[in-house]
């Protein structure tokens, strides 16, 4: 039975794609949603190539200056890690985030 839970559990990990595995994990006990956040890129950098390129410019390198959240949440929560991803990886990552809360398809 254990066999079977853990190939259960290791196609479900499969099937996720690589937004689920390596972005969504990390924000689900922070204050502000991964849509808040996606809002905020969307307000600071309005154009869909603008956004992706910024928000992989940061996530491959992340300073305070650079982030977008307020110095409460850093000061409480700090400023992420550097991204472990290939630019390739990112690029997947970065493109599923966007479909997932890209507001013009919200709006037909």
Same mark, same amino acid.
């Given at each position: 039975?254990?066999?079977?839970?853990?190939?259960? #559990? $290791?196609?479900?990990?499969?099937?996720? $794609?690589?937004? *689920?595995? $390596? &972005?969504?994990? &990390?924000?689900?006990?922070?204050?502000?949603?991964?849509?808040?956040?996606?809002?905020?890129?969307?307000?600071? @950098?309005?154009?869909?190539?603008?956004?992706?390129?910024?928000?992989?410019?940061?996530?491959?390198?992340?300073?305070?200056?650079?982030?977008?959240? #307020?110095?409460?949440?850093? *000061?409480?929560?700090?400023?992420?890690?550097?991204?472990?991803?290939?630019? *390739?990886?990112? /690029?997947?990552?970065? /493109?599923? @985030?966007?479909?997932? @809360? /890209?507001?013009?398809?919200?709006?037909?």
């Amino acid at each position: 039975m254990a066999l079977l839970n853990a190939m259960g #559990s $290791n196609l479900q990990a499969q099937e996720k $794609n690589i937004y *689920e595995r $390596n &972005c969504i994990p &990390c924000h689900l006990y922070l204050p502000s949603s991964l849509e808040r956040m996606f809002m905020n890129y969307l307000k600071t @950098y309005s154009g869909e190539q603008t956004f992706k390129a910024s928000l992989k410019v940061f996530l491959k390198n992340p300073t305070e200056k650079d982030s977008l959240m #307020s110095n409460m949440f850093i *000061e409480h929560f700090s400023v992420k890690d550097r991204s472990q991803l290939s630019d *390739e990886e990112l /690029d997947e990552a970065i /493109d599923i @985030y966007w479909k997932t @809360y /890209d507001v013009r398809k919200k709006l037909h």
